[in-house]
């Protein structure tokens, strides 16, 4: 029933400026002429129906304000003003329509930037308590900040104990899993092993089940109401029931808990008990990753107490890790890390290595805030403009006025409620796009935002406040002008007051200069992101797809089965398991090469045979692995140019050399190849040293390199083989390259956002500058015609009245060409491989406004110059 | 001043709140306006005409009939007055006095 009825707002609207009198009866008719509609026509137009209605409702005949209202002077006036703000509007058709849409643009954006800013911030804001909550982080003690998100299992248990003030700590050890309940199987990613103390720290609303004791026992698991609704169709009844694990545990649900807000900066669906690592079947997760303050698995969090100092806290622990390791480890870990603890919420605008998801960039946050008062700006200065130049149409109106005894503060009031007016009209309008776009928006962008809720609440009251300034301070600058003028001089006919026009030229240039340096940072960040996906990676991740093993363990004894069936189909030309793909974050592991005095950690991935033929990797010196040498599978490294120049070698030096696989002198082995470089993540970062050895308990992806131009045909054929092979592990995979390529997501979110942006800035500063010749044009009517009738021709005029703004636009092109550099340099510095050379663009991207600039002033001034002298200058 | 004169729509709808006795409501009125002439009109012009009739004083009204559909809220259930019926007679008698004046020959033979 709820559902059917109109929408709230409109009817608490109409009850609102109703008449109390009538409003009863006149919603009651609307509501019943709504169902109708409804039932003829459909919701949606019975929807717009209503609304169109309702708004006929607003006749001054059953508004509560007029009928209530005490008919004294100011009131009187206030309608007066009101009307006569009407009345020139709908005068002045086209500027009224410029000064309504570049304003209404410029709210747009504002209203999107300002939206988007709030959302960001909100970050993991909801939990009680939630200034309380830190994280656990790792960073460099000479540095002295936090870097690594990510932390190890065993510290959060000792600096609980050790550390008064920690209230209760709680570990995330993410863990995708295959869970199945009868025959229906799904692949978790966000399935995490965690504290029972977990709901302390993040609050929940349990739909069933304790807080406080669902995750005591092993074997036991939280998950939430989407994924209940998901399995069992239903939130009820949902606990003591047993999900299967990977095929082979079997976890009971002790409680259903509210899905984790869109903004948090990680989410999770499945909560498994920390008490069942013990009996799990992955061999790394339940020895060392479990007990090692070095190896790096967990997202550690703390919520503090009251009356704790976290600034003291965070000294306190720096260098507990010291303590809490016997000298000898301390040194072989090496790095000197230190722990720090970051509040939750600064993650998601202040993310480290390591992060689970895309997070936030303050300072993409930082400039489009900026853009945002300056698109705001922008769109004001129309109105400034315009009505400044139209004040001397308005001045024969002031001069009678003031005659008829209008004080001066009663002119500005009017003039002022005119801009105010139509700014309003311009937010009703802007908003309006807003409801109608944000959709678009949300899919465009991957965000999520709303309009009409609580939390917004604030922006839009925060935008109203802006463009309620807006409309006062553009309104001001108009206001004092025109009601300065003095009624004799008015009357008398010397009205070509030139006032204002210095700075009306100052507006345009800044709307101009503006302009430029926006689009040529919309084209530097673009180019920048093909460059970065046009660049030669010297690894192929063209045509392989990646087959997740999610926890299947039986992959690693069966893999050399399955490629084997894979490999004689002709649709595959190689296939192979390895820990990472390009695109994935490398994990270190402390290593010795000949020569070295201490342990260091090198970025170290576990690969398999045919790895370096199936990503189309090219040895310098050496051989690759061969499956046939035994000694191969542990003791053998191949390293990139880039490890073996840090090592002081060639190529052909390195290989041969000892290499010291975890640093204790246990597993002693050699080089047996150099790689030539390759850029496995994206080129923001520089290539690093990089170390590959066979390691086949690392092992969670598998490579296919498909051969031949039919890719769906190949992934259909290499799906019938994985089933016939691993009938109860789902088949579920992705291409190498878009995984790739994901890195450059926010770079294009951020490129696309400034594109929308500048497209506004340039659509609204245009408007400005078509208002202005349009004014312009019409007041040297007569000159032009002048001239004409002594003979210039179109061009002659075309040059005269075109030259004073190609003054501005070379002015605003000097000023807009070392500012535009200024961004390209900042921004680009966070890139380790830049795009060539940007002068071009910087030289280049002013003359897209320049065109348009050109046309509107060329097609206007054109349009006047071909006026009949005769009918201009008869009146003279 | 307020005219005592009825205008067509004024009339039209005073008409309808005739037809439709103890049932005549906005949304009621509205519809038998249009039942007869075959033009739309919107709800607010059929409200605004009822209440302005109601001002002359041809029309009274009082609230009652509140249904499900309408979420509750009252009707404004109109009424002619004897002002209203008398000023309905006049406006017809004055037409019919009008048409008595159209020379036969003019009408009926179809000269126009």
Known sequence: MKKDEPPKWITRLIEWYCHPDYSKEIVGDLQELFFKWKSEKGPLRANILYAFNALLFARTYNSRFLQNSSRSNHVMMLRNYFFVSVRVLMKNKVTSAINILGLSLGLLGFTYIAMFIAREQSFDQHHQDHEDVYRLVLGPLDQNIGKYAITGAAMAPSLHREYPGIRSFTRFRRFPSLVSRDDQMFYENEFYFT????????????????????????????????????????????????????????YVITGVIDDVEDNSHFKYHYLASIASIPTHHNEPLRTYQMTSWYAHYFYTFFRLEKNVDPMQLDQQIRSAAKYHSDPDNYELYGTNMGLFLQPLSEIHLDPLWGEIKQQGNKDTLSILGIIAIVILVLGTFNYTNLTTAQSIKRSKEVGLRKTLGAAKAQLIHQFIIESVLITLVSLGIAISIVQLTIPYFNSHFNSQLAIWTIETLPILVFVFVCSLAAGLIGGMYPAFIISSYKPTAIFRGIEKS??????????????????????????????????????????????????????????????????????????????????????????????????????????????????????????????????????????????????????????????????????????????????????????????????????????????????????????EKVKEIWQGQYPNWPFEYYFADDHFYKEYEAEQKFGGLIFSFSLMALVIGSFGLLGIVLIDTRHRLKEICIRKALGAGISNILKVLSKEYLKIITVSIAISIPLSALFARNWLQDF??????????????????????LVTVIVLSVNAAKVNPVEILRDE | MKGTSLGEFEELCLLAVGILQEDAYGVSVKEEVEKHTGRKSTLSTIHSTLIRLEKKGFLESRMGGATELRGGRTKRIFRITSLGKKSMNEARELRSRMWDHIPKILWEGGAV
């Open chain 1, 195 to 250: 504290d029972s103390s977990v709901f302390d720290v993040f609050t929940h609303k349990f739909l069933e089940g304790d807080a406080k004791e669902a995750l005591k026992e092993p074997n036991s698991l939280v998950i939430t109401e989407s994924r209940a609704l998901r399995i069992f169709g239903s939130s009820k009844n949902i606990v003591g029931k047993t999900l299967t694990i990977d095929n082979q545990l079997n």
């Open chain 1, 498 to 715: 030139r006032k204002g026009i210095s700075f009306r030229k100052l507006i345009v240039l800044a709307q101009f200069a503006i302009s430029m340096i926006l689009i040529s940072s919309t084209v530097i960040i673009y180019q920048q992101v093909a460059f970065m996906k046009n660049t030669e990676l010297g690894i192929d991740t063209e045509q392989i797809m990646v087959i997740p093993t999610n926890g299947n363990s039986s992959i690693n004894s069966t893999f050399e089965l399955l490629k084997e069936r894979l490999e004689q189909m002709p649709e595959v030309a190689q296939a192979t398991i390895a820990e990472l793909t390009p695109g994935d974050l490398f994990g270190g592991i402390i290593a010795r090469f000949e020569g070295m005095d201490k342990n260091r950690s090198f970025p170290t991935t576990g690969v398999s045979f045919d790895y370096m033929k199936t990503f189309g990797l090219k040895l310098l010196a050496g051989r690759d692995f061969d499956v046939t040498i035994t000694s191969d599978s542990t003791e053998r490294a191949i390293i990139n140019e880039t490890l073996a120049k840090q090592l002081g070698w060639t190529p052909d030096e390195a290989i041969g050399k000892s290499y010291d696989f975890g640093g204790d002198n246990v597993t002693p082995g050699r080089v047996i190849g150099v790689m030539e470089d390759y850029h496995f993540n994206s080129l923001k970062s520089p290539i690093f040293p990089i170390v590959l050895t066979i390691r086949p308990d690392f092992f969670d992806k598998i490579s296919i390199r498909l051969a031949g131009g039919n890719v769906a045909d190949g992934v």
């Open chain 1, 832 to 853: 380790a491989y830049q795009m060539k050379s940007y002068t071009w663009i910087i030289l280049c991207a002013p003359f897209i406004v320049v065109l348009v600039a």
